[in-house]
């Protein structure tokens, strides 16, 4: 019954920008932290930003702090991670998950999306 369902990866150059998607469904949007990851090649799945669920707190990992912004979208139960100034190193697959209602910091998810690709070339 839970989906999350990423989309707006894709491949672009350094320096570029993107915006990735996030669509929920068969759960409590509305209380829930929600948050993004990452996994590039041959390294662990890495924390990169997280968004609760109404009063628009926001934590970012060091690396992306100043380039990523995370937002949401109750009314659509979307989430967004706009991307920009890619580097290199960006390159990953970017996971939404969720962590249970009205937690914060948002600890170990208890949902997973499938992944979208974002390929940075120099």
């Known amino acids: 019954q839970v989906q999350l369902v990423e989309s707006g990866g894709g491949l672009v150059r350094a320096g570029d920008s993107l915006r990735l998607s996030c669509a929920a469904s068969?759960?409590?949007?509305?209380?829930?932290?929600m948050g993004w990851f990452r996994q590039a090649p041959g390294k662990a799945r890495e924390f990169v930003a997280a968004?609760?669920?109404?009063?628009?707190?926001?934590h970012y990992a060091d690396s992306v702090k100043d380039r990523f912004t995370i937002s949401r979208d109750n009314a659509k139960n979307t989430i967004y991670l706009q991307v920009n100034r890619l580097k290199p190193e960006d390159t990953a697959v970017y996971y939404c998950?969720?962590?249970?209602?009205?937690?914060?910091?948002?600890?170990?998810?208890?949902?997973w999306g499938q992944g979208t690709q974002i390929t940075v070339s120099s």
């Open positions: 998950a969720t962590d249970r209602p009205l937690r914060w910091p948002m600890g170990e998810p208890d949902y």
């Open positions: 068969g759960l409590s949007f509305s209380t829930r932290t």
């Open positions: 968004i609760d669920w109404s009063r628009g707190l926001t």
